[in-house]
């Protein structure tokens, strides 16, 4: 006697898994221009790499006899597969059963995932479309639960695996620390939204009325708040960027970052950049050309672009070689130090040395935010948290001061401890106060007390700025070189290949590792 029942058995089960919420919930998704969430895993996945997990997992109901009379599969699909030929795990929301509710799942499936992830030493993607928790769970249980996930290994797994949120659609509760606990998050615009509570809990806790993208939306987090660092435009979009920010990184932390094959040459010298920084001081420029001109062709990804604006930060490759790259945009606060753009930093430097990634450092600081606004925010303190994790990172550095680096702030250009490559541009000034305010402070009696006190202060700003080229520091060895802005690239392929060097020994789990 054969088992062919119990193998038809088993496929009869697998197609109702296969169907979802059935054809119904489906068309109503495809209505609203969204996929479905086995359309979106083959979307993000090589073709026909995913290998599901669980897929009988599900609520049952059987007969007095015992046979099977309804089946509702879980709303939490796991697997693995591959993206690029590398192997991720995968977890994924099922929007069409029960709006995805975190409490109309069965968590052991979505944690199995989480801790495959981490004892397998694989990236984990989260594709979250979650309505969050339900009080119609307390029908289900007759009682209810002490919040937390005991066997969830969230901490330990943000020091040793990438983990990447992708917010689908609305992410409450769980769902919102699903798409924001990892090392990046990316949301779906005018589709998605992460907040802890929706609309309804607003509501009735503060008696304040906010629709759902006006609370959570991409304006909000992605580019206010930063607790999405990314928005896509639409699905397609986040997927893609969900796989491009792993193509940077290794498996895991104790694996090194994948190189790629370069045919950029590592000689290329773009003439512009030698006017890429204007003379006039005032005069603001686009850090990301700079950037662009100086990593491999088309590699730069930017990571939290529209929000601690006056810092820029992604990954790129150098040769082929990922490489973190830092540098601070003057159109946005004169490029100085707010509480957001530290947070930024801090969280970026973190992710770079978490995953043995080096940094590039394309520097123009004027120094910390000053002012009331500034100051009642504490952002010293922020800044401080800053410059404590570019200290405490293990991952080799390479400094272009390219205009400015004065004050407490200017030490964030790099790494203090070990071999400080600096280098600067010509255009280059640096100290301990911006040289104008620096002047009203020191001379200010003398420059009232003066006949003409524009004339003496043009006279004074002129007599320290001569003192201020970096020529001087060069001379006193305080800077490695000042270069032709040209030789920026070949400089850093040079660099890189030193710095690959070391990265072996950096394998593994680090003593501070990443926290969001």
């Known amino acids: 006697m054969s088992w062919q029942p119990e193998v038809e058995e088993i496929a009869r089960r697998r197609a109702i898994a296969q169907a979802m919420g059935g054809d119904e919930a489906i068309a109503k998704l495809h209505a609203k221009g969204r996929l479905s969430v086995r359309e979106r895993i083959d979307a993000l996945l090589d073709p026909g790499s995913f290998n599901e997990i669980g897929a009988l997992t599900g609520q049952a109901r059987y007969g007095e006899d015992g046979t099977l009379q309804e089946l509702t599969p879980a709303n939490a699909l796991i697997g693995t ?18 709006g995805g509710s975190s409490e109309a799942t069965i968590s052991e499936k979505w944690i199995y995932a989480e801790r495959l992830a981490l004892e397998y ?91 759902k993208e006006a609370l959570g939306g991409a304006s909000m987090h992605a580019r206010g708040s930063g607790l999405v660092d990314n928005e896509a435009t639409d699905e397609a979009d986040a997927l893609a960027q969900a796989r491009l920010f792993l193509s940077y990184l290794p498996a895991s932390a104790h694996d090194l970052p994948p190189v790629r094959p370069c045919d950029d040459p590592a000689d290329r010298r773009d003439a512009w950049l030698l006017s890429a920084i204007p003379r006039e001081r005032r005069r603001v420029y686009d850090p990301r050309k700079i950037i662009r001109a100086v990593v491999d062709e088309s590699s730069f990804f930017e990571i939290g672009r529209y929000s601690g604006r006056s810092s820029v930060t ?32 801090e969280s970026f430097v973190d992710l770079c040395d978490t995953f043995h990634i080096p940094v590039v450092s394309l520097f123009d600081q004027p120094g910390i935010m000053i002012g009331p606004d500034a100051e009642a925010q504490g952002t010293i303190r922020f800044a401080m948290r800053a410059l404590a994790a570019i200290e405490q990172s293990r991952v080799p550095w390479c400094t272009i001061v390219l205009r400015r680096a004065f004050g407490v702030a200017g030490a964030a250009h790099g790494r203090q401890g070990g071999i400080n ?49 970096p020529f001087r520091t060069a001379e006193r060895f305080g800077i490695l070189d000042i270069i032709d802005p040209r030789e920026t690239r070949p400089l850093l392929a040079d660099w890189i290949e030193d710095a690959a060097r070391l990265l072996p020994g950096l394998r593994g789990v680090a003593t501070r590792p990443m926290r969001r």
């Not at 597969?81 to 029960?98: C, L, N, P």
């Not at 082929?320 to 130090?337: I, K, R």
């Not at 020191?442 to 043009?458: G, M």
Request: some cysteine; glycine content about 12%; aromatic content about 6%.
């Open 81 to 98: 597969g591959r993206i690029d030929g590398r192997k991720v795990v995968v977890s994924a929301d099922d929007f069409s059963i029960r």
């Open 121 to 211: 030493r694989l990236p984990l993607i989260r594709l979250v479309d979650t309505a969050g928790g339900s009080v119609k769970l307390l029908d289900k249980d007759q009682a209810t639960k002490l919040p937390g996930y005991p066997s969830w290994p969230h901490a330990q797994m943000m020091g040793e695996v990438p983990m990447v949120g992708v917010a689908l659609g609305a992410c409450a509760g769980l769902g919102a620390i699903k798409v924001c606990g990892g090392h990046f998050s990316v949301m779906v615009k005018e589709q998605a939204q992460v907040f802890a509570a929706g609309p309804f809990v607003v509501k009735e806790g503060l008696g304040v009325d906010v629709d």
């Open 314 to 345: 992604g990954l790129a490759r150098i040769m082929g070689h990922p490489v973190g790259v830092l540098a601070n945009d003057p159109a946005h606060g004169g490029g100085a130090m707010t509480v957001k753009s530290s947070v930024k930093i």
């Open 421 to 469: 490559l600096r280098y600067a541009w010509p255009s280059a000034s640096w100290g301990s106060i911006p040289l104008e305010g620096g002047i009203s402070a020191a001379f200010k009696r003398q420059i009232d007390d003066s006949p003409d006190p524009a004339a003496t202060r043009q006279a004074l700003e002129d007599k320290y700025r001569a003192l201020t080229s």
